[in-house]
């Protein structure tokens, strides 16, 4: 038993200045107590005394693990371009810059500069989504899981709401549309079979539901129904509503300004298309396909709209300045017609088959490792379920794959990759060009 031979905590305190002034006293101080402490357990198991300098440097491992920020940058070569897992879309220049600009300093969030009384947050984003979608109001809130709680809420408490089967769906993370609906008072009016809904099934329907009926939409973000279907266009059911002096609200989901079929996949409902079918009130987000911040958008007919900003709810699910930020220069991208250069997102949709296998081959040649082959990249993040877009990857031969994605996630930053039938695959698609260097590098040490 050396224990005696054991530093005092105020020796090391002492001899700290360095760490000190990196960590703090207080997270210092406590790191030596723990090592101390640990150290004492070994040397009464028979373990040596370790030096000064090499009781300080163990706590020196457990300062850096302590204070290591749990959320990091990751490198994302799935393929995969919206990764909820990931947070989805990575943000433009502007975007990034607006964000920095408003959480650096104040801001007239809620201020008139005109009169110099209270403003309202609201005004921020909605003359740009006005512009953009022609809609008459709107309001951006934290997400699109609480614009559907918003709306129901302000909505439909107590009311009937009536909704296709077919749409009663789960998002992901355990977001179920038929529980959101409960959660807000809403009763729901299921018509319809799994596969099949009829016109005459909103028509029957409707005459059920009392005063002021609604009818609610939820895009079928996740999975397709396929085979023996039928499903009325939204026109047709807005005409239904609005026959019965009622209310038509769509939950797009992803939602997207910019037809997806100019890049070769399938057609994802537009915000446009909805409001020009006769959706009164239209929710989406801002970090699916709009490519923005997190954010849900709720935007259509004023009179719904101002009933929506006023329920107290609006207040617990409100977005914050940098949101609002961020938001208003991703949305101005679109308005100047220039959101395919200047958003990551449509930047990765729109690269070619020939600029990918040209990067691949790249990376092919600097690694001296690997072949190009062809893959596909999907657009993920509840959308265009089963779509997929033509790419080239760098596929890897590592003796065992799960071991090498493993050393891929240990690197810093991480780098996500996946393995497909024994081979480990880099799709150059969701890899922001100036990722390159480093990915290389963590790619060469590994190998
Ligand atoms: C993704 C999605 C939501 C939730 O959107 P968040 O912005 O993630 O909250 C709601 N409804 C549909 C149909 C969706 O696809």
């Avoid at 729901?188 to 609604?214: C, W």
Wanted: charge should be neutral; include cysteine.
């Amino acid at each position: 038993m050396n224990l005696r031979n054991l530093p005092s905590v105020e020796q090391l305190l002492q001899a700290s200045d360095g760490l000190i002034s990196v960590y703090g006293r207080t997270l210092v101080l406590d790191a030596i107590r723990q090592t101390l402490e640990k150290i004492r357990v070994d040397v009464r198991a028979g373990a040596g005394v370790p030096s000064n300098e090499q009781i300080l440097t163990r706590a020196q491992s457990r300062l850096i693990g302590w204070t290591k920020p749990t959320l990091e940058p990751v490198i994302n070569a799935t393929g995969v371009i919206l990764h909820t897992n990931l947070g989805r879309a990575p943000l433009s220049k502007s975007t990034i810059q607006a964000m920095e600009a408003a959480s650096s300093g104040y801001t007239n969030l809620e201020f008139d500069l005109v009169t110099g009384k209270r403003g309202s947050r609201l005004i921020h984003a909605e003359s740009l989504l006005q512009k953009l979608t022609g809609a008459e109001s709107a309001v951006v809130v934290n997400n699109c899981a609480s614009a559907v709680l918003l709306v129901l809420s302000a909505l439909a408490k107590g009311k009937k709401v009536v909704i296709p089967r077919s749409q009663l769906v789960e998002i992901g993370g355990g977001f179920r549309v038929p529980d959101v609906m409960k959660q807000s008072g809403a009763k729901l009016l299921e018509i319809g079979t799994t596969n099949k809904v009829r016109l005459s099934d909103f028509e029957e329907a409707i005459e059920q539901t009392g005063s002021l009926p609604l009818i609610m939409r939820a895009h079928r973000s996740n999975f397709k129904i396929i085979g023996f279907t039928e499903e009325p266009e939204l026109a047709e059911i807005a005409k239904v509503a609005h026959s019965h002096n009622g209310i038509l609200l769509d939950d797009l989901g992803s939602g997207t300004l910019i037809d997806t079929s100019k890049y070769g996949m399938e057609y994802e409902p537009t915000v446009q298309d909805s409001l020009a079918a006769g959706a009164d009130v239209v929710m989406f987000s801002g970090d699916k396909l709009l490519g923005g911040p997190q954010a849900g958008i709720i935007i259509g007919k004023k009179a719904l709209l101002d009933k929506i900003k006023k329920h107290p709810l609006a207040r617990a699910v409100r977005a914050d300045k940098t949101r609002l930020a961020g938001l208003g220069a991703t949305l101005l991208h679109y308005l100047k017609d220039e959101a395919e250069r200047e958003i990551p997102i449509w930047q990765m949709i729109s690269q070619t088959r020939e600029q990918i296998w040209a990067r691949a081959e790249a990376w092919v040649t600097e690694l001296g490792a690997g072949a190009v082959v062809a893959a596909e990249s999907t657009v993920g993040g509840g959308s265009l379920p089963g779509e997929s877009i033509p790419t080239f990857v760098l596929a890897l031969n590592p003796k065992s794959p799960d071991k090498f994605l493993a050393k891929l996630r240990q690197n810093t930053p991480p780098v996500i990759a996946r393995a497909e039938n024994g081979q480990v695959l880099l799709d150059p698609r969701t890899v922001l060009p100036e990722q390159d260097a480093t990915l290389l590098a963590a790619l060469k040490t590994i190998l």
